[in-house]
């Protein structure tokens, strides 16, 4: 995308003017996120940089907030009920959307359109609209501030997002795939564990992790919904800035960041393993 | 069709029995089709898309339930029996080859789906190999094999777990044309030394001429006529036929009188032609003659053998190497094709030239209008 010789001098301006907002996009979309991690090195506490970190004092730099997150009664509860509840939802979340996919991919699928969007309306609906409604719901059948109660809450949050990425995945399948099993004698169960579900898993695999994402940074349904037992990270958080201001939170979200680095990676070298052996790519 | 006391048929391996197929309840894609395949035969069915040829071949492998009528494989109804239980093997149009195995796994899955031991999984996987000489590509994917190598990976597939009836929907749509005909013998070599019983379906008249024990031409869902290819291309029974199979001269007319097997036609332009009656019923039927455009000569003056003879002239003169490909008018159509071979005996030929062609009885047959 080198300059052509030919460009005239407005070109020219607009090429480098071009970089150099997209570098300023960049710089606004990650600053935040970057900042955090410096931050939560902090050694005194308070959310700005002191004059020891900025001078590159190992004074400066302490993990104290790091120890004190595990060490901490309260944090430690709602990492484990925040892997309890995504794990618990993103597994019913992908069941189900995997399942609602492949019937909506079907070719003969009455109301096709009007049951796709009953199934990604969590998506759209605002989530205050979803959270009280589901308050209130709940509350009357026994449900709110329970786990069942959360689970299925985030189970409904996560599952348009497997329907959304199976049903992609599966425009590309070729349904003779199928036939061509039931023909050499494999029972549709045999044929769906066999063939179907190793050619849709990256496509259930990036749902899946979607639904989990969704689960776990989740916290307007965890307020209304969720009771002192089932404290999510983000519900901790939550409470974390607005009682005792803490850098804690700043080591909780520097992990976060990282975890959901290693995630994507991991799934996106997972899903280049897949396409390699389907074929798909280039040798 | 050979009935016991019991009603099923004794001599055919397949068995269409009065078989309709229709999608919205209105319209008949197949209609009342009654077939029977030997075993051991090699049966094309060949007919332009949306004859209803695929549907029926679908009907037999199971992804489509017939609306009526029975479909017996050796005797047995097999209409209502799931497709994995039956026990065909099948040739998939696109291959269908699982992406996600190896080829030997590919050929292996239908045995493993029976459950067999792994020493004779593998024994039968490098046979099959062998079979369609791929012996040493078992380890690799089928993304890596080339067009004509999947193809052969799909047919070992369809036979690996030794069927009894082996069913191909245009297996060779996709190769090109040399691929294809080298293709069209392997598989004609491989039902030779197997037996088994092919269902072969195909828009390609030159793969259907080439491969089959019999032809089933299908139209408008319905077979036309069955026969074997020297038949069904000498002896063609209806105006489809001769027109689909073959390049075919049509002349248009009406019968004037009928003597025995032959009939006169007063042609539209008035000209009479005697011609073979095949497929007319009493005089005053509008009839179409045809005639292959190699059956036709040009004829000097003064030759007697041929019963018909008509001035012509020539409007068009194609170069093809072994032979001439000379475009006529004769008898009020200009359209007329006649193969003049590339030999010394054969007269020079130029565009305008008022030549006399002809031909004999047998070789004109009077059709359906």
Known sequence: MALPSYATRGE??????????????FFFLIAPIIIMVPLSFNAQPYFTFSREMLTFNPDGYSLRWYEDLFTSQSWLRSIQNSFIIGIASTLLATTLGTLA????????????????????SPMIVPLIISAAGMFFFFSSVGLAQTFPGVILAHTALGTPFVVITV????VGFDHSLTRAASNLGASPTYAFFKITMPLILPGVISGALFAFITSFDEIVIVLFVAGVEQRTIPREMWSGIREQISPTILAVATILVALSIALLTTIELLRRRSERIRGMTAQ | MLKTADGVTEAGHVCFDNVQKSYDGETLVVKNLNLDIARGEFLTMLGPSGSGKTTCLMMLAGFESATFGEIR?????????APHKRGIGMVFQNYALFPHMTVAENLAFPLRVRKMGQADVEKRVQRALDMVELSEFGSRMPAQLSGGQQQRVAVARALVFEPQLVLMDEPLGALDKNLREQMQYEIKHIHEQLGVTVVYVTHDQTEALTMSNRIAV??????????????LYERPENAFVAAFIGENNKLMGKVEAIDGDTCKVVLDNGDKVTALKVNVDAVGDRTTLSLRPERVVIAPEGSADLDNVFEAEVR???????HIRTRVKVCGNDEFIVKVPNSSHSPDLARGAKVRIGWITQDCRALDA
């Open chain 1, 12 to 25: 020219r301006i607009w090429y480098y003017t071009f970089r150099v907002i997209c570098g300023l996009i």
């Open chain 2, 218 to 231: 299908f139209n408008d869902g319905k077979v036309q006529q069955l026969a074997s290819p020297p038949d």
């Open chain 1, 101 to 120: 996919a492949l019937g909506l991919s079907r070719p003969h699928m009455p109301y096709r359109g009007l049951i796709m969007g009953i199934l990604i």
């Open chain 2, 73 to 81: 494989l050796d005797g047995q109804r097999i209409d209502n029996v």
């Open chain 1, 167 to 170: 049903t992609a995945t599966l």
């Open chain 2, 316 to 322: 068009e003169l194609i170069y093809l190497g072994d």
